[in-house]
């Protein structure tokens, strides 16, 4: 496999959140758009270009030509660190607003890949007046939505979207 070329407006970077390391790279230019990539308990950036049909949809080639990608590999994947504590999805929410307040973007469009969706939709709840809209591509992983989730998603205009909670019988 050749090492993936360095697209024209491509910058890579090392941050620290919370005392963890964050590999970023944000490619193209227009409105932002920050990726939960796909793969899993290895969430790498590199996966929106290897992992899957992933590779076939060139979604970072693609929307890089009219939008700022942002991806991130996700805390214990790919090129960033961790630490052995029990983590929730709100760490993952955490991560995210981390890459967004360091790149200094106030709103963004979030989309998720396989398990990044769940991240993706746990930071349009906690935040929702930072996210522009919102797309979940093969939604995978994480648990039923809670009825003050589902509410908070209903009930915010700017996301556009209807959640569904589902209960146990």
């Known amino acids: 496999m050749t090492a993936k070329q360095a697209e ?6 090392q941050i620290v959140i919370d005392g963890i390391r ?11 758009v920050l990726m939960y990539s ?3 308990f290895d969430a790498s950036l590199e996966n929106w270009h290897t992992f899957g049909n992933y590779r076939e949809l060139r979604l970072i080639e693609k ?6 990608c942002v991806t991130f590999d996700r805390r214990e994947s790919g090129l960033s660190g961790g630490r052995v504590e029990r ?3 709100d760490d993952y929410v955490h991560q995210g607003l981390g890459v967004l307040d360091h790149l200094g973007l106030e709103e963004v469009f979030v989309m998720g890949g396989c398990v990044g969706c769940s991240s993706a939709a746990a930071l349009a709840v906690a935040e929702p007046g930072r996210v522009l809209g919102m797309v979940l591509i093969s939604p995978a992983g994480g648990g039923r939505i809670s009825d003050e989730a589902a509410s908070a ?3 915010t205009p700017s996301l556009r979207l209807r959640a569904r909670s589902q209960r146990r019988t």
């Open 8 to 13: 024209p407006n491509e910058r890579t970077e």
């Open 22 to 32: 964050t590999r970023l790279r944000v490619t193209g230019s227009g409105p932002a």
């Open 38 to 40: 796909p793969g899993g």
């Open 63 to 68: 929307l890089s030509a009219r939008y700022t």
């Open 87 to 89: 983590i929730r999805w």
């Open 153 to 155: 998603l209903r009930s």
